[in-house]
């Protein structure tokens, strides 16, 4: 039983992912590899309904970054700090993670995210909404919220991301822990084959058995 939720739970996120993507906001906004004092403003986008969308997004490529320095002081400084850190394949892509990250997610993106992110060279943030707003948006960000808060626990940003294309959305969770923020989860195609074979999901908890009586009655 624990199995078949597991998979109906990553069907599910995946499919919402497609969704996302595939009614992704027409024509392309404009972009800045910039993040220090990034803006936003309520979108006015149909797909991005109760979200702060940046204005212009922030859009950078691997060459953008080779010595940049990211403050983790705002929530965008974190995200380029995390981004960066995959496009060179350094394992200092740790050092974003927040403390109260699922420890089983956190072996898991150890283990394989930088396997996965062997080609990942450019970004794109889109937009954000707060983890008390998210409820009250659009179909969208509930459903992500649901789906973060049971599988990553508590967190306070819920921003959308795509990678090397219009087609490759990335879904992450921030949590601001003493003035900086970190990266609490994350979803995203490159986890799909890194939650092959898992058997028992951290975030699915198995059902009590009903206890029974062992006293035989008289």
């Known amino acids: 039983m624990i199995v078949l939720r597991s998979v109906f ?40 309904q109760g979200w702060l969308q940046y204005i212009p997004a922030i859009e ?14 705002s929530p965008e400084g974190v995200m380029v700090k995390f981004f960066q850190a995959l496009m060179k394949q350094d394992k200092a892509f740790t050092s974003t993670f927040s403390p109260s990250m699922p420890a089983p997610f956190r072996v898991i993106l150890e283990k394989g995210l930088l396997a996965q992110t062997t080609n990942f ?26 789906q973060g808060s049971m599988m990553f626990g508590a967190f306070d940003l819920l921003v959308f991301a795509e990678g090397n294309t219009s087609r490759t959305d990335i879904i992450v969770f921030l949590k601001q822990t003493k003035k900086r923020w970190y990266i609490q989860g994350l979803l995203c195609s490159w986890l799909e084959p890194m939650f092959k074979g898992m058997k028992k999901p951290w975030w699915v908890k198995a059902k009590k058995g009903k ?5 035989s009655k008289k």
Do not use: Y
């Open 211 to 215: 206890k029974t009586d062992s006293k």
């Open 9 to 48: 739970t990553l069907m599910c996120m995946l499919f919402l992912l497609v969704c996302f993507q595939v009614q992704a906001a027409k024509p392309k906004p404009k972009t800045v590899c910039k993040w220090e004092k990034a803006k936003t403003v309520k979108s006015g986008v149909r797909d991005f």
């Open 60 to 73: 950078c490529k691997t060459k953008q970054l080779q010595k940049a320095s990211p403050d983790p002081s």
């Open 121 to 146: 060279k450019r970004f794109i943030i889109h937009a954000r909404i707060s983890s008390s707003k998210a409820p009250k948006g659009n179909r969208f960000s509930k459903r992500f919220g649901k």
